[in-house]
């Protein structure tokens, strides 16, 4: 059988708590639908190769489908991902022969995200600015949520890369004299400061917060990034609703640079697990001020569009559109 003509396909999105997996049939190359999605706790299977077994079992009948596309919450190196958060290794050279898939590819999640771009509706999105963007440019995807990630979907002569980066732990840039001093706050409690940890992630929203609160000499509470969030949108706590302003901000200034570092003229993409739970708070905010505020560059970045990724399975459509483009 020609496996890039038909055949089921393993597609799954596993992060040190949870994964999910899904199967879906190629045929002539182009994916169907996933089916519906099995949720599996981590810590219930000593091994992904156990927790797949389980899943092809109860949803397969035992058989093996050809392929397998995972996305995986960490670095990837040569198809291996040792998780960073749970006891599982997500080796693909491993799994193949010891499941009896003809392939299977192991992808960073964020590199995923950047898969789906493309195939992304209106209805998946909230605009945050712009203009319509160029087509065939480079498409960029940021995302604040446990970590920092950050992809870019290049486009060249028919063919689709995603390059995965580190970009999250490059160090945190400041745009005026009160961010300088909450960075210099952050760098005497922390060493480095960088994108993810100092700001852009849950616990980076929480080192805001904190430094915030030295600088400016507030009493407040202690509280977790829900915590900030909530008591920012519910404006119970001034404080928190400054960290936030803040955390918007800074995110439009890294998108913006990011958008100038790898030419993403096709449109910047918000995803990851915070930004969504408050679109209305983060259309309103500087984000897009600050994401176009680049000095004789302004022009460029201005005719950038950026949207907020709502769409919640947005990993399970980019690993369609992964395992679609390895068809043929």
């Not at 000593?46 to 960490?74: E, F, H, K, S, Y």
């Not at 977790?224 to 918007?248: N, V």
């Not at 890294?254 to 910047?268: D, E, I, P, W, Y």
């Not at 680049?294 to 559109?321: C, H, Q």
Request: with cysteine; charged share 20%.
């Amino acid at each position: 059988m020609d496996i890039g003509k038909t055949g089921q396909i393993l597609l799954a999105d596993i992060g040190g708590t949870n994964a999910r997996f899904a199967l879906s049939r190629s045929e002539l190359g182009q994916l169907d639908q996933a089916g519906p999605i099995d949720y599996v706790k981590v810590a219930d299977f000593p091994t992904v190769r156990d927790a797949i077994a389980d899943v092809l079992t109860r949803r397969a009948g035992g058989q093996r489908p050809q392929r397998a596309v995972l996305a995986v919450a960490g670095p990837v190196t040569n198809n291996r991902c040792v998780m960073t958060n749970s006891p599982w290794v997500i080796d693909g050279n491993e799994l193949q022969p010891a499941l009896g898939f003809d392939s299977v590819h192991v992808l960073n999640d964020f590199e995923v995200v950047a898969w789906s771009l493309p195939a992304l509706h209106s209805a998946d999105l909230i605009p945050l600015g712009g203009q319509d963007g160029l087509p065939g440019e480079p498409l960029l995807v940021v995302g604040p949520g446990t970590g920092f990630g950050v992809s870019c979907l290049v486009e060249r002569h028919g063919a689709r890369l995603a390059i995965v980066t580190e970009a999250g732990h490059a160090t945190l840039p400041a745009e005026n004299e009160h961010e300088e001093r909450v960075i210099a706050s952050l760098r005497r409690r922390l060493g480095h400061v960088d994108i993810e940890f100092g700001a852009l992630s849950g616990t980076g929203l929480q080192n805001l917060y904190d430094a915030l609160a030295e600088v400016d000499g507030a009493n407040v509470p202690r509280r977790d990034a829900a915590g900030i969030t909530k008591a920012a949108l519910d404006g119970s706590c001034a404080h928190s609703r400054a960290t936030l302003d803040m955390f918007c901000a800074i995110l439009g200034s890294v998108a913006g640079n990011l958008a100038m570092t790898f030419g993403a003229r096709g449109g910047v993409y918000i995803a990851g697990g915070i930004a969504p739970r408050f679109p209305e708070f983060l259309a309103a905010s500087a984000f897009r001020a600050r994401f176009e505020a680049k000095g004789r560059f302004e022009n460029y970045v201005r005719n950038i569009p950026t949207w907020l990724v709502t769409k919640p399975d947005a990993s399970f459509l980019g690993l369609k559109m992964f395992a679609d483009s390895q068809a043929g």
